[in-house]
């Protein structure tokens, strides 16, 4: 089950269009990212930058189907 808790959509013109907090089963995710791309928009997990300078992501999915379903509620939230 993936469910958007918390959705903080601004406009400062950048592709950077919100953060959105999300539960996928006992787990909360904060700070998943909706970015504006090239095919349009997309949900990105949250990163952290390293000591080296180079951002990591915090939180990566392995599981496809789970990726696409975090796409869907993300995405679904923002549009409504």
């Known amino acids: 089950m993936v469910e958007v808790a918390r ?3 601004f406009d400062n013109g ?3 269009k919100a953060f959105a907090d999300v539960v ?6 904060k700070g ?4 504006e791309g090239k095919n349009g928009l997309f ?3 949250p990163k ?4 080296d300078g180079k ?5 990566s999915l392995i599981n496809g189907e789970l990726k696409e379903k975090l ?10």
């Open 71 to 80: 796409q869907e509620a993300v995405l679904g939230a923002y549009n409504a």
């Open 55 to 59: 951002w990591y992501e915090s939180v």
């Open 43 to 45: 949900a990105a997990m």
């Open 32 to 35: 998943v990212r909706i970015v």
């Open 7 to 9: 959705l903080y959509k």
């Open 14 to 16: 950048s592709s950077l």
């Open 24 to 29: 996928i089963g006992e787990v909360l995710i």
């Open 48 to 51: 952290t930058q390293a000591k």
